[in-house]
């Protein structure tokens, strides 16, 4: 190796006559830089003046240094094929340490692009700073007609897919900060007018954007891999999912539209997230399969946004460990318009609406769309002050969760579903429970004449506590012309069960349906209201027990119990001891039933 092959291997941007004053544009200085053919090209400290979409950096370079690049940025209208970049990256290369600085959120720092003969891979970005611009977008050049300068929350103007057949791969952009234009602000509400995101990766695959902190921005971080709408009317298109395996990790976002979106792209993670003052939906998935959002913290302090999504026909979605608390009224959580199994479990989600529950809504706001959510989960999730209110949905499943409110209004609300199953859940009140008709039940299921016929209704294992003495469970059919099936109402322990019409056992061919309501018990006199023509319709009817628990001393285990046992049956244990419990209850009737220990002792 020669000394001057050696000095080649690395060269400054000052050697090729940069000046670094911030006035003077050192754009051709720069490019000629990085034509050199040296592998890296450094940036002594200085302020760089550019134009965008100008500076390419050649295949297997490396960018370093501690300077700022600021955007001289052109008044002239913006070109949709263009990222509006002050570096443009192509494959091979690393950018470490830089500034970019802009006005109005109009541009972005780095930018790269695929088009019909190479792919932009194998990109490193990391310990970026951006000042009213973004950090980073991957995009396609050729055939891509999105528009993100016009674009609107319900209008995305991509046609078809993008003619080019190589995309962004294997890109990692991390350690990176944005602080954006602060005119855009999540209080003012215009954050969707914002040019440019933190970090946008357009039809790539395999790539990750961490520990990224965004403010004052339309996204934090986002992925787009086709419109899950077309610009017609929101309804779905056909346009296969053109991203796969992006990964979303600890992107925390303020003062933001959203803050981390996902559209049609399979496998994507959102991970770690945290959230503040966000307009629209801070984590959204539109039309992706095979994704997950977990371990994200979510708080909406000015009552605005949803917080947990999933839209336009996605298919095996998982909400998990998620932790959301919310000031807003009415939907937070949605999953609206022809999805297919879609879970939330083991989530903590809390309003603090001093009047108000929020929901979780699942529905359909297409009127013509004919593919309806179906198999929705929502289990295991502490919630306060939440609504579950399901609509024209093929299946759904509520168990396991918990929940905990003022009794302002009904908690669990089924309309138009096919079959429902609603399994051990808890629902408790700090003030006994507001509406003391039977209609206004905190667990309702209404069959409304909709288009769905209403297969089987289980609710089983509930526990309802702290209800007026006529309310509970709701089962209700409105016209004789759309009837249940099969109804099974079992082991809860609630005051009313309530069928306020005989239309509910009668099928269309004239056959009759079944209800089983068995093994329920009540604190109060009395379980089951309904008019003698439902009960005599009644195929199975067991009869329910009024709650009275036994309670039993002096036990050492349940391993030898023998006998029948009732839901609620306390035993006592003969010695209990430090970091042990109290005794043993039983949480399923029978002989012996199932026990469970309750009653935790300190140490």
């Given at each position: 190796t020669t000394v001057q092959t050696k000095l080649r291997e690395s060269v400054s941007v000052k050697d090729f006559g940069a000046v670094g004053d911030g006035v003077t544009d050192d754009t051709a200085a720069i490019q000629a830089a990085y034509s050199s053919g040296a592998s890296a090209v450094t940036f002594p400290s200085g302020t760089y003046l550019v134009t965008e979409d100008v500076i390419v950096i050649p295949d297997g370079v490396s960018t370093a240094g501690s300077a700022t690049i600021k955007c001289n940025?052109?008044?002239?209208?913006?070109?949709?094929t263009h990222s509006h970049a002050m570096l443009t990256v192509t494959t091979n290369n690393i950018v470490d340490g830089l500034s970019f600085l802009a006005a109005g959120n109009l541009c972005f720092g780095i930018g790269g692009f695929s088009d019909a003969t190479h792919d932009c891979k194998n990109i490193i970005v990391k310990n970026v700073t951006a000042t009213e611009c973004g950090i980073a977008t991957f995009e396609p050049y050729l055939g891509?007609?999105?528009n993100r300068y016009d674009e609107t929350a319900v209008d995305w103007i991509q046609t078809g897919k993008v003619l080019a057949v190589h995309k962004g791969l294997n890109v990692r952009v991390t350690d990176s900060v944005m602080y954006g234009d602060t005119t855009y602000n999540a209080a003012a509400g215009n954050t969707d007018t914002s040019k440019v995101s933190g970090v946008q990766f357009f039809f790539c695959e395999d790539s990750v954007a961490s520990n990224i902190t965004v403010y004052n921005s339309r996204f934090g971080a986002w992925s787009y891999g086709g419109s899950p709408k077309n610009s017609a009317n929101n309804n779905l298109s056909t346009i296969d999912n053109e991203a796969k395996n992006i990964r979303l990790n600890n992107i925390i976002a303020s003062d933001i539209f959203s803050s981390a979106w996902?559209?049609?792209?399979?496998?994507?993670?959102?991970?770690?997230c945290q959230s503040n003052n966000y307009e629209d939906a801070c984590i959204d998935f539109?039309?992706?399969t095979n994704s997950i959002a977990t371990n994200n913290v979510i708080i909406d302090t000015l009552a605005k946004g949803l917080a947990l999504t999933a839209l336009n026909?996605?298919?095996n979605i998982i909400f998990s460990?998620?932790?959301?608390?919310?000031?807003?009224?009415n939907s937070v959580i949605l999953v609206r318009d022809g999805n297919s199994n879609v879970t939330y479990s083991g989530n903590i989600i809390k309003s603090t609406h001093p009047t108000g529950q929020a929901t979780i809504k699942i529905w359909n706001a297409l009127a013509a769309l004919t593919t309806n959510n179906s198999n929705i989960v929502i289990e295991n999730n502490n919630m306060q002050e939440f609504l579950v209110d399901a609509q024209l949905v093929d299946k759904v499943i509520v168990k396991g969760n918990n929940y905990y409110g003022e009794g302002r209004a009904l908690i669990l609300s089924f309309v138009d579903c096919n079959k429902v199953s609603v399994i051990n859940n808890t629902l408790r009140f700090d003030a006994p429970y507001t509406d003391a008709t039977a209609a206004g039940?905190?667990?309702q299921v209404l069959q409304g004449g909709g288009t769905l016929p209403h297969m089987e209704t289980t609710i089983s294992g509930n526990q309802i506590f702290d209800c007026t003495s006529t309310t509970g469970i709701y089962v209700q059919i409105a016209t004789e012309a759309s009837p249940y099936n099969d109804v099974k109402i079992s082991d809860n322990i609630v005051n009313y069960i309530f069928f306020p019409n005989d239309?509910?056992?009668?099928?269309?061919?004239?056959?009759?349906?079944?209800?089983?309501?068995?093994?329920?018990?009540?604190?109060l006199v009395g379980v089951m209201h309904t008019p003698a023509s439902t009960i005599s319709r009644t195929t199975v009817s067991v009869p329910n027990e009024k709650y009275n628990p036994t309670i039993m001393y002096g036990g050492s285990g349940v391993g030898s119990l023998t006998g029948t046992f009732k839901l609620g049956d306390i035993i006592y244990a003969s010695a209990p001891s430090p970091s042990g419990t109290i005794g043993w209850i039983c949480t399923t009737a029978g002989t012996p039933g199932t026990w469970k220990t309750f009653g935790a002792i300190s140490a």
């Open positions: 940025v052109s008044s002239a209208a913006p070109i949709n891509f007609s999105f996902m559209s049609n792209t399979d496998s994507g993670v959102i991970v770690g539109e039309g992706c026909g996605c298919d460990n998620n932790s959301v608390m919310t000031a807003k009224e039940s905190p667990v239309w509910i056992h009668t099928q269309p061919n004239g056959t009759k349906g079944r209800v089983i309501a068995s093994n329920n018990y009540s604190s």
